[in-house]
């Protein structure tokens, strides 16, 4: 019995993880903050979509991908084997940093990111699911900025 009962109180304390998941207006008003509404011309509506598409707005997500050597980081689940500290490290930062909740260190390194030849298709998800999606205001649908 007593088992049982120190295995829930565990339970109960391993559950606020999954309290660092931001909601999309939050979302979408930190990364306006930050500076990304039409930054290299992609409107914010592009950034939010691409938030929900790569970490359901869960600024604090590590995916490791061994099939293709890297972790992603974050809310836009940035690879570590070119941008942060793992790896080539062209964001000079370490990627623990992409994990805050803030978003300051993650806005910086999508901006550097996003300057690259190939601008938002870095990522995938956004040409699979952002790029020509009909309705991308949607993700800004009753969101106060």
Known sequence: MKASMVLSL?????VPSGAAILGRCKVAKKLYEGGLDYF????????????YFESKFNPTAIYENLPGGY???GLFQIRSHEWCDKGK???????????????????????RIVKGKDGMGEW????????FADNLARWLDGCRL
């Open 71 to 73: 972790t992603g980081y």
């Open 10 to 14: 565990i339970g109960y304390l391993v």
């Open 40 to 51: 290299e011309g992609y409107s914010l509506e592009n950034w939010v979509c691409l938030a």
């Open 89 to 111: 490290n062209r964001c000079h930062m370490s990627c623990s940093a992409l994990l805050n909740p803030n978003l300051k260190k993650t806005i910086e390194c999508a901006k």
């Open 124 to 131: 995938p998800s956004w040409s699979l699911n952002c790029r």
